[in-house]
């Protein structure tokens, strides 16, 4: 059973945000399913909400509580959990007239920013040097939930976005090679066959086999200039 320093980057990462998630729920959720308010300490909660994500070893819930170094540890996130509150409330005072007069569905809802805000502190925590670091944890792998993060869903948001125009540019310029190659090959082709088609009309003729022509030869000009050379000598 590894302990959680002794893990890759990404699987120390991947527990430390299923930690962080199980802490913000603890935080957040005031009554159970049930409608009914959930009693004890945030430490407590958090004691059995980690007993039950099945990344970590049962051997670490034999007491009755995490040590007291990290019920310390515990308490800043209750901190953290406190000042994020606060900002929640000058968001929603600063984007009320964004709401009410432009859109309501534009700002981020600030419970959700809350979340963001809580579970990435809770991971730096849980990541760095501290009372957790010899947390026995399992081998599995921890899976994501539907509401991973803001900083997750935006960057997919615009990989996607970014990609979708990747993929729209790539077909314009393929549909426009391809339209003019296929001009190019139909309009050469339709003027080589005509030119082909018109030579292939045309048949040749030897002096031999020209027919001759009815009617006087255009002479004009030198009979004209005959008889000017006939009145010449006449004159002389």
């Not at 540019?169 to 082909?196: K, L």
């Not at 088609?197 to 027919?211: K, N, Y």
């Amino acid at each position: 059973m590894p302990k959680l320093h002794e893990l890759g980057k990404k699987e120390r990462n991947e527990i430390c945000r299923t930690i962080a998630r199980a802490a913000h729920d603890c935080l957040s959720k005031t009554v159970d399913d049930n409608g009914c308010v959930l009693g004890g300490t945030f430490d407590a909660r958090m004691f059995k909400a980690c007993s039950e994500l099945g990344v970590i070893e049962d051997d670490e819930f034999y007491g009755n509580a995490f040590s007291a170094k990290r019920i310390d540890v515990l308490k800043s996130f209750e901190e953290i959990y406190a000042q994020a509150l606060e900002l929640a409330k000058v968001y929603d005072e600063a984007v009320a007239d964004m709401i009410a007069n432009v859109s309501s569905d534009f700002p981020m809802p600030s419970h959700t920013l809350v979340r963001i805000y809580c579970i990435s502190r809770y991971v730096a925590t849980l990541m760095a040097d501290g009372p957790f670091d010899d947390l026995r944890v399992t081998l599995c792998v921890a899976e994501d939930d539907d509401d991973a993060g803001a900083e997750d869903v935006e960057e997919e948001a615009r990989s996607s976005d970014e990609d979708e125009d990747d993929e729209d540019d790539d077909s314009v310029i393929a549909s426009s090679s391809d339209d003019n190659d296929e001009s190019g090959s139909e309009d050469g082709s339709g003027e080589e066959d005509g030119e082909e088609q018109a030579d292939s009309d045309i048949e040749e003729v030897t002096p031999e086999e020209a027919e001759p022509v009815d009617g006087p030869r255009r002479k004009k000009a030198r009979v004209k200039k005959e008889q000017n050379s006939d009145s010449s000598d006449n004159d002389s």
